[in-house]
């Protein structure tokens, strides 16, 4: 069982959709929780970052984290064009630097 | 205001030839990570150093593969005698101060093929 599990998809939505991203782990030690945005053949750009359970909302983009059942979550709300791209979350350990990434949900928002 | 820079950005290879991957960090950064992103996987951790240390090489394989980052200079990754397993995407990331939860701020990364 990986650490982290990610549904890689595709997601393909229309614009203005609600785009939802989860991931689930399985290491009851991670308390940081972060989500980054990779456009293709770049590298990962850090989207939201949530320390232990709680929700967080910046602009249209909200990230949830329930450690309870050990599952986070990402809203793209009004979703447009410029979302395309593949989502990675990542978690680190309260004593530990390494992050843990899931395997990324590639998702396209349509014109 | 530079990010991170990784050169070079595609590397081509032929198996049993050697790869160098370099890194230079954010302007003020001393903590350098490194990480492999296979195909439809995520990013796994190899490395973490700082400025003449290696803190943490847990996940490096245990041949063939060495990191350093010099007083003065960028971090390299060295891969020696590839084989097509080793081909990847390398990102380099860097943090201000090593702080468990720190941001971590990613390069574009280096494409390694290796023929």
């Known amino acids: 069982q990986k650490e982290v599990e990610q549904d890689p998809g595709p997601l393909s939505v229309p614009e203005g959709a609600i785009v939802s991203l989860n991931c689930t782990y399985s290491n009851s030690a991670f308390q940081y929780f972060m989500w980054y945005r990779q456009y293709s053949r770049k590298g990962p750009e850090l989207l939201m970052y949530?320390?232990?359970?709680g929700n967080k909302e910046d602009g249209r983009f909200t990230a949830q984290v329930d450690k309870s059942s050990k599952y986070i979550s990402l809203f793209i709300r009004d979703s447009q064009p410029s979302d395309s791209a593949t989502y990675l979350c990542?978690?680190?350990?309260?004593?530990?630097?390494?992050?843990?990434f899931g395997a990324g949900t590639t998702v396209t928002v349509r014109a | 205001n530079a990010g991170v820079m990784q050169n070079p950005r595609h590397l081509v290879r032929r198996r049993g030839q050697e790869a160098r991957l370099r890194c230079s960090p954010v302007k003020g950064h001393s903590h350098v990570y490194w990480y492999r992103q296979l195909p439809e996987e995520g990013l796994k951790f190899m490395v973490y150093?700082?400025?003449?240390?290696?803190?943490?090489e847990s996940g490096m394989p245990k041949e063939r593969f060495s990191a350093e980052f010099p007083k003065e200079g960028p971090s390299i990754l060295r891969i020696q005698q590839v084989v097509r397993g080793d081909s990847a995407a390398y990102f380099c990331?860097?943090?201000?101060?090593?702080?468990?939860?720190?941001?971590?701020?990613f390069g574009p990364g280096t494409r390694l093929l290796v023929l």
């Open positions: 990331a860097s943090s201000p101060r090593g702080a468990v939860g720190e941001t971590q701020y």
């Open positions: 150093l700082q400025k003449e240390n290696i803190i943490d």
């Open positions: 990542a978690m680190s350990a309260n004593d530990d630097y390494k992050l843990s």
């Open positions: 949530t320390y232990s359970s």
